[in-house]
């Protein structure tokens, strides 16, 4: 498998560290990449998280952007100055830091949920209630009917 895949919950620590599914850290290292790239997630109470390959997606986005546009600059400050750089230890953690604890309310445990070429961390009471709603708009997809709550 080359992407992010399944959903794993892990306890953070007493010293605010959590371990990244085993899965996950294997395709961080054959990414290439020895931590990890983490941003508030633009539309959810979640992280995005990952490599290299997160970086390639972002800067194929924003190239369907000119350059100097307002565009471009909007896109590329919400995922570039909101980023944080998180190293990896020995053991597989990562330490959170309080903006990223913010966002998605996270307090003592994280739920790791693979999306392919990304990975998103939530705290897990509101990633139950949003995969609700992704799996039920997802049905209406696959159904080819416009999803309740869009435009």
Known sequence: MN???????NRIDRKGRVSIPAP???VLARDGYEGLYCYPSIDMEAVDCGGNQLLA???????RYA???EDHDLLSTAFYSSSDHLTIDS???????PKLLEVTGITSEVTFVGQGYKFQIWEP?????????????????RRGLKPEGTA
């Open 57 to 63: 997606e972002i800067e194929r986005n924003l190239s």
């Open 3 to 9: 992407g992010f895949v399944s959903r794993v919950t």
């Open 125 to 141: 009471t509101r990633f139950a209630t949003y995969e609700l709603t992704a799996r039920e708009r997802a049905r209406a997809l």
């Open 24 to 26: 996950f850290r294997q």
């Open 91 to 97: 053991e597989g953690r990562i330490g959170l830091t």
């Open 67 to 69: 350059p100097f546009s």
